[in-house]
């Protein structure tokens, strides 16, 4: 009686949409513990954490922040490939109504010493946050306009943005890269309280937004959209604000993580800042199993998914890979977690796991 | 006088069933040579999926095929182009974008010194267009010539692809003018004369009597019969097309006759000169309280939409729709929703289920969308709706968190009836509610009609069984190729509606 109850449980566990996500997550931190020593070591400095895992929550956050937008995005049956981009416009914005001085080629000498001040900004903090979030939500507005009233197809749609954003992004700072003196900015990016700033507002914005998602209509509605456009139109949801929402919200997160990422590095850097980001972010939801034809989310599943994208970079890092190679690296096990997911596969496993469960009962 | 020989295709016993539809069903199917053949039947009849069969898209479970006398099995539809079956379907399947000579010629377009000897090519495709009477520049794109040219140029690819013996010709005059057909009829004629066996689908009848010299009506899988057209009279026709079921429903009628006491006078709908150009001529409607009303007519009538004007998938571009006396100025689907319209739609794969959802998130889909995102109901209350729903119309499900993709069609019905009547309609509207489910299930959506109207609320009945119709409508609709023929209320002879829907004879 005991034996085939815990049979069934394990046959829940299996098939919950956390299951692949976290053996993949597992794989790679198991990797980890065969061959780098003290990867899991955990340090107490001054009240805060420090670590390699630590370090894989810190670093995963601006893709976490990516992947939260991008699922809701792909939940509808889209994609958004200009997040990364967005974060380039974010950060130019931040930086440059911080400091809107660096620009100037001639400054007035009680001016110059301001500049590098760490307790000086042009603008104070919440109206630049506040003006950097409200530009990125609109220019997921934009990709949503395009999407769901332009009805262009999301990959086509998106690419405008994901190009031209980072032209945009250099245009609002002329081409300069601004430096970021600020040191309470910064501190959003790479600030200590016991754990890091910034898992704080990841695990803040993934509560609000699963509460928001699941304790609403919403997140229905979504997947609902993503399943069948036409049977939910004939049921009365409007899928085009249905859409337009999501993508307005993945420009927001894309945001946040545009300005967690420029004040962790204390500087706008157009060109840099989200690089490829939108396609770790896209692989994160993949392997949280969302399906980019549309349909059932899972916000947490995609966190999961973020986490093995970073923790494969981080180990990578931390034995020495050098960075170029590091892509192809992300690729290898990129292949090997979709490999989990293919049918084929899976059913290999399952009859593998069969004669097994046999003996339970 | 028809000799074996003369038989270019004989299908003895066609079996084929797909997931829980038995799609054929011991199907006969014979075609002469220069003969043009009637396909006919109503939709889910079989008659595509015996297309299929002929032209190796599916394979039959049981059944031989022979053609021109020698038995074989079509594996693919390039093994059927070898034998000479081409095949043009109802969506030009042609690149709109290419020249008409590319259109035709592509894959087969005569080489010089490696390349495509262009002039060649659009001589050869202006002499196969000739052939058909066709004499246009076939160095510009398909997309700059009419929806009849174009066809004409898949015919002329189709006969170009297999020196065709037999043609397969699939609702190719649904997008055309009364003259475009005319002009496709004469090619079919010519073709015919030359020996073509054509086979030709189409569910406009007045077309079949122009121009079809044998008729085989295929009924839910059935082979209901093949006839030499002018022995059959049309009224005859529609007949064998449309079916009766056989079930112990009689007690239906009675039940109707009292159900019909309940219809109150007062209006709650009153559509006025309501048309919208394309797909339905103006027409008048006035729907009461505890009434159902049947819209009967074939496919393509204009049933459908009807339906899709009143509930707001479309928009009327003429008159009027006023409900509970207030004239309705906004159509959309949220917005008949919280009118109290509902529309169980015609097709339930596309427009119905979002099947990987569970059945208790589709059966509370249109009611959350009335509420709107904010007020979400808690999963308790959900289940309680869903549970009701599913013990109402005994949903056949082991439970409401089941994915409704993997419920049978009877079911998925159900669920979607369950998802509008959660939305407690004073309208409801249901298209073809019946459509590719059991008899059983046919006779319990019957009666749950019948005892919403006693309810109180008013019903649209649509369907391609008459019969059905008949047996559920307190008053009867009439169309004919997009327009309001007529009305009957009361009893009503099947023969007499059947005449209106046929139109002249």
């Not at chain 1, 290999?348 to 469960?357: E, T, V």
């Not at chain 2, 004989?10 to 199917?29: H, T, Y």
């Not at chain 2, 559920?472 to 099947?494: C, M, N, P």
Request: charge should be neutral; glycine fraction near 8%; aromatic fraction near 6%.
């Amino acid at each position: 009686m005991r034996q085939s109850k815990s049979s069934f449980e394990w046959r829940k566990i299996t098939e919950s949409r956390l299951f692949f996500p976290f053996i993949a997550l597992l794989l790679v931190l198991l990797f980890d513990l065969v061959f780098i020593r003290g990867f899991f070591a955990i340090e107490v400095r001054d009240g805060n954490i420090y670590g390699n895992l630590i370090d894989i929550l810190r670093s995963g956050s601006t893709v976490i922040l990516l992947a939260l937008g991008m699922t809701l995005v792909i939940a509808t049956g889209g994609v958004d490939l200009s997040v990364g981009a967005v974060m380039a416009i974010a950060a130019s914005i931040a930086a440059l109504m911080m400091n809107p001085y660096v620009m100037a080629k001639e400054l007035p000498e009680n001016l110059q010493k301001l500049v590098s001040d760490p307790n000086f900004t042009y603008a104070p903090l919440w109206a630049v946050l506040l003006v950097t979030l409200i530009v990125s939500s609109l220019c997921g507005l934009w990709n949503g306009i395009l999407i769901a009233y332009g009805k262009i197809q999301p990959m086509v749609g998106t690419l405008i943005l994901m190009i031209a954003g980072r032209g945009i992004a250099q245009l609002i700072t002329n081409g300069i890269r601004i430096q970021i003196f600020y040191e309470p900015y910064a501190f959003i990016g790479n600030g200590w309280a016991i754990l890091p700033i910034p898992l704080y507002i990841v695990i803040l914005v993934f509560t609000i937004l699963w509460l928001f998602t699941r304790k609403t209509s919403i997140g229905l509605f979504i997947e609902s959209v993503g399943v069948n456009a036409r049977s939910s139109f004939f049921s009365g949801i409007d899928q085009k604000k249905i859409k337009l929402l999501a993508y307005t919200l993945c420009g927001l997160f894309a945001g946040m993580a545009g300005v967690l990422a420029s004040a962790n590095i204390k500087t706008s850097d157009a060109n840099n800042i989200g690089w490829a980001l939108e396609l770790d972010a896209i692989l994160a939801v993949v392997i949280g199993g969302t399906l980019m034809i549309g349909g059932r989310f899972s916000l947490f599943a995609s966190v999961i998914g973020a986490l093995v994208m970073q923790a494969t970079t981080t180990s990578m890092y931390a034995i020495g890979v050098p960075p170029n190679a590091v892509l192809a690296v992300k690729g290898v096990v990129v292949f090997l977690v979709l490999l989990l997911y293919s049918e084929q596969v899976r059913g290999l496993l399952r009859r593998i796991s069969a004669p097994k469960k046999e003996v339970h009962l | 006088m028809a000799s074996m020989n003369d038989e270019i295709v004989i299908m003895r016993g066609i079996n084929k069933s797909f997931p829980g539809v038995q799609a054929l069903e011991n199907v006969d199917f014979s075609l002469k040579k220069g003969e043009i053949h009637a396909l006919l039947g109503e939709n889910g009849a079989g008659k595509s999926t015996l297309i299929k069969v002929l032209t190796g898209v599916e394979h039959p479970e049981k059944g031989t095929i022979k053609i021109e006398g020698k038995e074989v099995s079509i594996k693919s539809p390039q093994n059927a182009q070898m034998l000479g079956i081409s095949t043009v379907y109802q969506e030009i399947n042609l690149c709109p974008n290419l020249t008409v000579a590319e259109n035709i010629m592509i894959g087969r377009a005569p080489m010089k010194f490696g390349s495509i000897d262009w002039a060649t090519t659009n001589d050869q495709a202006k002499k196969l267009l000739l052939e058909l009477d066709v004499d246009i520049d076939v160095t510009q794109t398909l997309d700059s010539y009419s929806v009849a040219i174009q066809q004409m140029a898949a015919i002329a690819r189709a006969l170009e692809v297999s020196s065709a013996k037999i043609l397969i010709l699939d609702e190719p005059t649904s997008s055309l003018t009364t003259h475009e057909t005319e002009q496709l009829f004469n090619v079919m004629r010519k073709l015919k004369s030359e020996g073509m066996a054509i086979i030709f689908i189409t569910h406009f009848i007045d077309q079949v009597y122009e121009i079809a010299d044998r008729i085989t009506v295929l009924r839910n899988g059935n082979l209901v019969g093949s006839y030499e057209t002018k022995n059959l009279p049309r009224l005859e026709l529609i007949a064998k097309m449309i079916g009766r079921i056989l079930t112990e429903l009689d007690d239906m009628s009675k039940y109707k006759l009292e159900s019909s006491q309940h219809i109150k006078s007062d209006v709650l709908l009153d559509a006025q000169r309501l048309g919208r150009v394309g797909s339905i001529n103006p027409f008048d409607l006035e729907l009461h309280p505890g009434e159902v009303v049947g819209l009967a007519g074939l496919l393509g009538s204009g049933r459908t939409e009807i339906a899709q004007l009143l509930f707001g998938i479309e928009s009327p571009d003429s008159g009027s729709i006023t409900m509970n006396g207030k004239v309705i100025e906004d159509f959309s689907p949220i917005k008949s929703i919280g009118r109290g319209v509902a529309l169980c739609p015609e097709d339930r794969k596309v427009e119905g289920i979002v099947g990987d959802l569970t059945v208790r998130e589709n059966i509370i889909l249109a009611m959350q969308a009335s509420r709107g995102w904010i007020k979400y109901l808690n999963s308790s209350d959900q289940n309680e709706i869903a549970d009701r729903y599913i013990k109402l119309l005994n949903i056949a499900t082991p439970s409401a968190d089941q994915l409704v993709k993997n419920l049978s069609g009877g079911n998925q019905q159900k669920v979607i009836l369950a998802r509008w009547l959660a939305t407690n309609p004073q309208l409801l509207i249901l298209d073809e509610p019946t459509r590719g489910i059991d008899i059983g299930t046919k006779a319990e959506i019957q009666k749950l009609v019948l005892k919403l109207a006693e309810e109180g609320k008013s019903c649209i009945f649509i369907s391609s069984e008459l019969e059905e119709v008949l047996r559920t409508s307190h008053r009867i609709v009439v169309l004919k190729e997009k327009e309001k023929i007529t009305e009957y209320s009361g009893e009503v002879a099947e023969r007499k509606i059947m005449q209106s829907m046929a139109g002249s004879e």
